[in-house]
């Protein structure tokens, strides 16, 4: 697997400490890292600290598309940070990042490319 620090979009991507997530969602670093276990969201380590990707939090929530999807790429055997590199990487099937199309309300589409990765 690449390091995901060399992917294109890293650079671009705002990424949150579980304390600072816990603050964003209004709960706590514990509920965070059981959301994290529950995969309602999914977390990487830059520099050495756990981080969550700030799109995934929308409007004080996790983002409610990504739990299915999440659960569909974990089926698939991808460890999160597979996960991550495919849900923020461009993808040809979707035009666009899978996270930019679930924000676009193309969730059936995103979690139909996800299964087909068998």
């Known amino acids: 697997m690449t390091e995901?620090?060399?992917?294109?979009?890293f650079a671009d991507?705002?990424?949150l400490t579980l304390?600072?997530?816990?603050e964003k969602l209004g709960t706590t670093a514990s509920r965070v890292?059981?959301?994290l276990e529950e995969h309602v969201l999914i977390a990487t380590r830059v520099d050495g600290v756990r981080k969550i990707p700030a799109v995934l939090i929308v409007d004080g929530e996790p983002m409610h598309e990504i739990r299915g999807t999440l659960t569909v790429l974990a089926d698939n055997h991808f460890t999160d940070d597979e996960a991550l590199d495919?849900?923020?990487s461009d993808d040809d099937a979707l035009g666009t990042s899978p996270v930019a199309a679930l924000q676009a309300g193309r969730k059936a589409e995103v979690r139909r490319v996800a299964q087909s990765m068998l």
């Open 4 to 9: 995901l620090s060399t992917r294109p979009w």
């Open 13 to 15: 991507t705002a990424w």
């Open 33 to 35: 890292r059981r959301l």
């Open 19 to 22: 304390p600072d997530a816990a």
């Open 86 to 88: 495919w849900l923020l």
